[in-house]
């Protein structure tokens, strides 16, 4: 079942194996990508994933997470992005672009440069700024950005989009009744909390056709005191579907929650994470060994036990909604994810940092061998791309063996793709 086709909207991809979206820090500073992400996702394509999804990009220049990733913003982008799609299609990979608007969870500098906004107003846990509520011209205005995104994805050979509606970044805290506190049109009661993402829904269907999928990751709990919970979660992916949306990966969390670690298994790396965050808060150096208790703390928060974690979550949806749910979350080993597919009414499961270390681990599961990823969690790949380093297995940068292998360091290309 793990290797038989699954229809996504119009389009059939190969397998019921996505490859999640992650910040992957290898495009230059515009968003065109760089030869190292065309590598990357060619040896994603070639080691067998069904579905790529990239990481975020951003649908308004300068709004990028890293500021390395994928832009959708300019038309003069469409064509750089072909030779990433072009490139994943020569294996017989689909590709989905994941289109987000990044902002409030921009890191501190840029979040500085670009003014600090949220849907409401308020401190902001993320960068420890004070948001500025986003006015309603502003959220049309988001809106718009959104549907030219989604244009420009389909120009570029994407095969479709999945829109970015969870971890904490716009469209999921719309949902929050925690972090939409709003009194127009965009806030109070489920309705008016669901209008956001119903316009963007509408803006990226009317700009791409009925033909092209559109997909969304979306979070069904946030995780914390006064958030979106399950029951409210399951209920916005019912109310999604309704709307015409293809697939739905569902997730948790936000970046309130253990310093943005929430989603991933694993907990908090402390001596990147100390690094991470003097680079973006030099005073907190003055906490000096306290500082260490308080990202323990928070790692423990996160440490998620097992594999699939968010399983439970995902067939929940997955019972109640009639499109297609992709399970995302530490899944590790060939026998829980045919679990999954075989034995629930979850459709797919996505893996991510397995992938940044092993690309062709689907080949190798579909070709017989029952090996756990050699991935262990260690979220040293996740902290890194926050201190602007591109996406990269730290085990394997210094060389350690995988399946019995030497893996050689890889090298940053500085340069950009052809234009």
Request: net charge positive.
């Amino acid at each position: 079942m793990l290797f038989t086709p699954l229809r996504i909207g119009s389009v059939t991809v190969r397998n019921r194996i996505a490859k999640s979206a992650m910040a992957e820090g290898r495009c230059d500073q515009d968003g065109r990508p760089l030869p190292s992400l065309i590598r990357l996702y060619d040896s994603w394509a070639r080691g067998g994933v069904g579905l790529c999804i990239t990481g975020m990009a951003h649908v308004r220049r300068g709004y990028s997470f890293t500021g390395g990733e994928l832009g959708l913003y300019d038309d003069c982008l469409v064509e750089p992005l072909r030779e990433l799609t072009s490139t994943v299609h020569r294996h017989g990979g689909h590709i989905f672009a994941q289109i987000c608007w990044a902002p409030p969870q921009l890191p501190r500098s840029r979040a500085r440069a670009l003014g600090a906004t949220a849907p409401s107003a308020g401190f902001n846990k993320t960068n420890l700024l004070f948001d500025r509520e986003l006015s309603d011209a502003e959220l049309v205005g988001i809106v718009a950005d959104f549907g030219a995104a989604a244009r420009r994805a389909r120009e570029a050979g994407f095969d479709g989009i999945e829109l970015h509606g969870a971890h904490g970044y716009l469209i999921s805290r719309m949902l929050s009744p925690k972090h939409n506190r709003r009194a127009d049109r965009w806030g109070g009661d489920f309705g008016r909390r669901i209008a956001f993402v119903e316009e963007v829904i509408n803006a990226s269907r009317r700009a791409v056709g009925r033909d092209f999928p559109i997909a969304i990751k979306l979070n069904v709990s946030d995780g914390e005191r006064g958030g979106l919970e399950l029951d409210e979660g399951v209920r916005v992916a019912k109310s999604v579907a309704a709307m015409g949306v293809d697939a739905i990966e569902v997730s948790a969390g936000t970046g309130d929650v253990g310093f943005g670690c929430y989603p991933n298994k694993g907990g908090m790396p402390i001596l990147s994470g100390k690094k991470y965050i003097h680079q973006n808060f030099p005073a907190l150096k003055l906490l000096g060994p306290l500082l260490d208790v308080v990202l323990r703390t928070a790692s423990r928060r996160v440490e998620f036990p097992g594999e699939a974690y968010f399983e439970p979550l995902a067939r929940r949806v997955a019972e109640a909604a009639s499109i297609p749910v992709i399970c995302v979350g530490g899944i590790r080993s060939l026998a829980v994810a045919r679990r999954i597919v075989t034995d629930t009414p979850i459709a797919m499961v996505a893996i991510a940092r397995p992938l940044v270390r092993q690309p062709d681990l689907p080949n190798r599961w579909r070709e017989g061998s029952s090996a756990i990823a050699a991935c262990t969690s260690c979220n040293e790949c996740f902290t890194h791309v926050g201190l602007g380093m591109p996406l990269v297995c730290r085990a394997v940068d210094r060389g350690q063996r995988v399946d019995g292998k030497e893996n050689a360091r890889r090298n940053d290309d500085t340069r950009p793709t052809q234009t």
